[in-house]
């Protein structure tokens, strides 16, 4: 048996000798007018991102040997266009890229350092100009370092069907808490811990006419509901 397989070996190893031709190779890598080398770049998928800031950053891509195109390559050269999450990459033979793009969501507006700036889904803050503000139809977020903790708190809300879409400002505070203002003029005051529990009674209480005429719901203290 092991004297067959050397016999194998042999015969595989003398028919990739007799067919490997090195000046192909190269023909297929090197020549500037090969069949393969990239001639067009198409951009799909995308809403908020122009192509041509996309194709732009893949200038260098064309003319270069398909076969030899890593997705890593591309990644690499659009990793900072703004609302861009992630790519997918596909070649079609024998010269088209096919860049799929994936975008993130902006999500509100926060002020930093007197500053205005989107925070999108990537925990990305894109600065604006102060004078456009209004034109975004999004919520607010006040309070330092609250871009850390609003993807997470933001989730947390999700998670607990609170309703999302009424809010218009968050608020939070260094000790670890939220406000919530929503659009009706209601604030609820959540605490710094227990939260997961306070977030579904808040929801709970929405839902209460009886609550609907209150400007403030406090939730800060465990256990009890203070309102105003």
Partial sequence: MRKFYSILLLLLTLILLTTYNPSEMELISNQGNSLFDVKSIKI??????????????????????????????????TRNIIYLQSIEVKKKYPNTLIVKVFETSPLAILLKNSEYYI?????????????????????????????????NFLQLLKKNNFPIIDIKSYYYFQIGRWDLQLKDGLLIRLPNNMIKNAIEKSVELLNKDDFKNYEVIDLRINGRIIVN
């Fill in 119 to 151: 925070l999108d889904s990537g925990a990305n803050l894109i600065l604006i100009n102060t004078d456009s503000v209004t034109n975004y139809n999004y919520p607010h977020i006040f309070g330092k370092n609250s871009e850390k903790y609003f993807l």
């Fill in 44 to 77: 799909i998928n995308n809403e908020k991102i122009k192509p041509d800031v996309i194709e732009e950053k893949l200038k260098k891509i064309y003319g270069q040997n398909i076969f030899f195109i890593k997705t890593s390559e591309i990644e690499k050269v």
